[in-house]
């Protein structure tokens, strides 16, 4: 299976084959088993500074900002963010 890619939007987050990234979008990939992409700093957000070539793209961090890593903190999401009533677990309810 592939990563699965998504872009930043006015609106949220959406899914976008990795080959259609552009320089200058903000992106994020998730493992097959939905598990975020992170750096060695724990960055799951990149941008995109130069075309992809392949499977390979040259980007650079876009780290969380001090009101997002206050909410996440918190055991609250960030609307657009991953969560797991997004994810399914609000699934039939109303």
Do not use: H, K
């Not at 979008?25 to 939905?34: S, Y």
């Not at 055991?75 to 657009?80: A, K």
Request: proline share 11%; hydrophobic share 35%; with cysteine.
């Amino acid at each position: 299976m592939t990563r699965r890619c998504e872009i930043a939007t006015p609106t949220g987050w959406r899914v976008i084959p990795f080959a259609e990234l552009i320089v200058g979008m903000i992106f994020r990939l998730f493992e097959p088993d939905g598990s975020p992409v992170v750096d060695a700093e724990g960055v799951s957000r990149f941008r995109v500074v130069a075309p992809p070539v392949g499977d390979r793209i040259e980007t650079e961090p876009v780290p969380e900002t001090d009101a997002e890593r206050a909410v996440r903190e918190q055991g609250s999401y960030w609307p657009g963010d991953a969560s797991p009533w997004r994810e399914g677990m609000g699934r039939g309810l109303r």
